[in-house]
């Protein structure tokens, strides 16, 4: 007796959970981050970038204005870049677990674990941009990890 489903009309055997598509593991060490962790990664490397920038305007963080918002800005983007390409993640990151690993170019099964400084400097100009942050896709990749090829996951 043949199905009544029709081909194509189902849930896809390809995505079963996220990271499935790229090789991934669905649970535990190497799986696909979890949205709750990726923005506390980010908040807590938002305030650090704070930090850092006033103490370099001579500034209190809550002061504001114009030369502390663009040194906060420049200092969130050379962190993210720096330790993202070099290190595989952000101090956010490694607080809460996570890492950012480099897809391999020939796709789904394997991944080299250093995303190199242009990669990182993609990804951070990206995300300082917002917009490509919060547009994704079935596997947790936002726009800017899709352009700069890498993946966040679980230590």
Request: with cysteine; charged share 15%.
């Given at each position: 007796?043949?199905?009544?489903?029709?081909?194509?009309?189902?849930p896809?055997?390809?995505?079963?959970?996220?990271?499935?598509?790229?090789?991934?593991?669905?649970?535990?060490?190497?799986?696909?981050?979890?949205?709750?962790?990726?923005?506390?990664?980010?908040?807590?490397?938002?305030?650090?970038?704070?930090?850092?920038?006033?103490?370099?305007?001579?500034?209190?963080?809550?002061?504001?204005?114009?030369?502390?918002?663009?040194?906060?800005?420049v200092?969130?983007?050379?962190?993210?870049?720096?330790?993202?390409?070099?290190?595989?993640?952000?101090?956010?990151?490694?607080?809460?677990?996570?890492?950012?690993?480099?897809?391999?170019?020939?796709?789904?099964?394997?991944?080299?674990?250093?995303?190199g400084?242009?990669?990182?400097?993609?990804?951070?100009?990206?995300?300082?941009?917002?917009?490509?942050?919060?547009?994704?896709?079935?596997?947790?990749?936002?726009?800017?990890?899709?352009?700069?090829?890498?993946?966040?996951v679980?230590?």
């Amino acid at each position: 007796m043949a199905s009544s489903a029709q081909p194509g009309t189902g849930p896809s055997e390809e995505f079963r959970y996220p990271g499935n598509r790229l090789g991934l593991p669905e649970d535990g060490p190497g799986s696909v981050a979890g949205w709750g962790r990726r923005f506390l990664a980010l908040l807590l490397d938002w305030v650090i970038a704070s930090l850092i920038a006033s103490a370099v305007t001579s500034k209190p963080v809550w002061a504001g204005g114009n030369d502390f918002s663009t040194a906060q800005l420049v200092t969130f983007f050379a962190m993210t870049a720096i330790l993202t390409g070099l290190a595989g993640g952000t101090i956010g990151h490694r607080v809460l677990g996570l890492r950012v690993i480099n897809l391999k170019a020939e796709g789904a099964t394997g991944y080299a674990a250093q995303v190199g400084l242009l990669g990182g400097a993609v990804r951070a100009l990206l995300i300082c941009l917002l917009i490509p942050a919060v547009v994704y896709d079935r596997d947790r990749r936002g726009l800017h990890d899709r352009a700069a090829n890498t993946v966040v996951v679980r230590r």
